[in-house]
């Protein structure tokens, strides 16, 4: 017996092993590799898409929230309070079976993604908001002594500095988001989860396919964090 | 990297033994003397009405099912303890010890039995299909294929649909954690019909969906029994299970549940 092995043994318990073992269960899984590929892709869909809504609507809500007008600060934090405060998976079964059927037609894959950049852009506002604070308050003093309006100095000067300080946070969030998506498989979105979930359902091979689920989403979030790793990299200015 | 390395060792020792710990519970008695059973506890989905569903009003586990199995342990003289939990995570729960048996209308098929025993059956069930009120040309399996169908994830149902896919590669088939989620996709336009069990289907439209959702076609896969499925090799449980069954049904008891779920 090699090391290696008795250590894994030592780590996990024999009764794992034991299962790791069993060759039916790989089978199951590389006969099924191109269901988890395919799964896995629709993922990253729904996450990139997801990505988009949530940007643009945080950094509305973000900026609206410090916003001088009531009204436009009020509704940007209820849209936060509620996003924020209630869970996805509530979120997802809310838009699909009851909010969104009312308003127009959507398919559970569209669907999926209004609840998941819904969701994300309550996130992102607030990580937006507490970038732009971060900035110190002399720089917005110092561009304005210089004749620059206060949204002139915001472009030109704030939002450069609270970019570099808000990507770490947001990569954080697009991870979160990318294993959120899961949740989506409960509207029979046939994403990675989903793909798990009728898999395990067929073959009740639970170690080996949340086993092989685990790491097609580790892959995905690994690849989102060197990306953020690069861009903190290039954005490094010392 | 010294200091590391002997970190790690410690880490991985202390997971070890935390393993060992957890896999002690698991073992198995010494042959030759089972002892005797006093208690089972019992996986359900609890959310398939009429045979598990949850009373709104006091929160307990009811239906047809948990019915036998509350008169089996009486008969039996055992105590019963619902778990309730995912369909899909019944036969992993039994694989791993979590629980002694189930009952949550399974269909006793050759894929589970290979992994599973079951016991007697305990009631003769079969698939329908179910439709929104106003469609028309869905009246049997044939007309199926090149919908969009909607099922409940790892049912007899569910298999259905993957077969009729198999045929006709244009059919989309939908499949939802529970069958609740498949009506409502039926009722929201989001699919052409459902394929399920017919007492289940019969229950919900009687219940939920009188004018909105009807059933059509006859009974198909009407060789279709439930049974209680026990871990592979626990005779002592299946035997047990059998004879609560044979003893209920002998005094009248299961007649009475039927009727009190059925009449």
């Known amino acids: 017996m090699n090391f290696g092995f008795a250590a894994a043994e030592l780590m996990f318990g024999l009764s794992i092993i034991d299962k790791l073992q069993d060759i039916y269960g790989l089978q199951v899984v590389i006969n099924n590799l191109p269901n988890f590929a395919k799964g896995a892709w629709l993922t990253l869909e729904i996450t990139v898409f997801s990505i988009v809504i949530g940007m643009i609507l945080g950094v509305i809500a973000g900026l609206g929230r410090m916003s001088n007008i009531k009204l436009v600060s009020f509704i940007s934090v209820i849209y936060i309070d509620f996003f924020r405060g209630t869970p996805l998976f509530v979120q997802i079964l809310l838009l699909y079976f009851g909010i969104i059927p009312l308003l127009f037609d959507a398919t559970a894959i569209q669907s999926a993604i209004i609840a998941c950049g819904l969701n994300s852009g309550a996130y992102v506002a607030e990580i937006v908001r507490a970038g732009i604070q971060a900035v110190d308050k002399g720089q917005m003093e110092a561009a304005r002594s210089l004749g620059m309006t206060h949204t002139q100095a915001m472009i030109h000067i704030v939002f450069p500095q609270a970019f570099k300080i808000v990507i770490p946070p947001l990569i954080n969030e697009f991870i979160m988001l990318l294993k959120d998506t899961s949740l989506v498989s409960a509207i029979s979105v046939p994403e990675l989860t989903h793909t798990g979930k009728m898999l395990y359902a067929s073959t009740y091979q639970a170690v080996w396919v949340w086993s092989a689920v685990c790491v097609f989403y580790f892959v995905m979030t690994k690849a989102l964090s060197i990306l953020g790793d690069w861009a903190e990299r290039r954005l490094a200015t010392e | ?263």
Request: with cysteine; hydrophobic share 45%.
């Open chain 2, 1 to 263: 990297m010294k200091r590391f390395l002997s970190l790690l060792l410690v880490a991985m020792l202390a997971l070890g033994m935390l393993a060992a710990a957890g896999c002690g519970g698991n073992e198995k008695e010494p042959a030759g003397q089972e002892p005797a059973v006093t208690k089972l506890v019992v996986g359900s989905e609890t959310a398939y009405a009429p045979f598990e569903m949850v009373d709104e009003k006091t929160g307990d586990y009811i239906g047809f099912d948990m019915d036998i199995i509350k008169a089996i342990g009486e008969a039996m003289d055992v105590e019963i303890e619902i778990r309730s939990m995912e369909f899909t995570a019944l036969i992993p729960a039994l694989q791993n010890g979590q629980i002694d048996c189930a009952i949550s209308a399974m269909s006793i098929t050759e894929d589970r039995a290979q992994v599973v025993d079951f016991t007697d059956s305990y009631f003769d069930a079969g698939l329908i299909i179910a439709v929104a009120e106003g469609t028309e040309g869905i009246e049997t399996v044939e007309d199926l294929k090149g919908k969009v169908l909607a099922a409940q994830i790892g049912t007899i149902g569910a298999d259905a649909c993957v077969a009729i896919k198999a045929e006709d590669s244009a059919t989309v088939v939908k499949t939802y954690d529970h069958v609740g989620e498949a009506f409502m996709e039926l009722q929201k336009g989001g699919a052409d019909a459902v394929v399920n069990d017919l007492p289940v289907t019969a229950y919900y439209i009687q219940t939920e969906a009188t004018d909105k959702v009807k059933m059509v076609g006859e009974v198909f896969q009407a060789d279709d029994h439930y049974g209680m499925p026990v871990q592979k090799g626990d005779t002592a449980t299946l035997n047990l299970l059998n004879e609560g069954l044979a003893k209920i049904r002998a005094e009248g008891t299961y007649d009475e549940i039927y009727a009190k779920w059925f009449e």
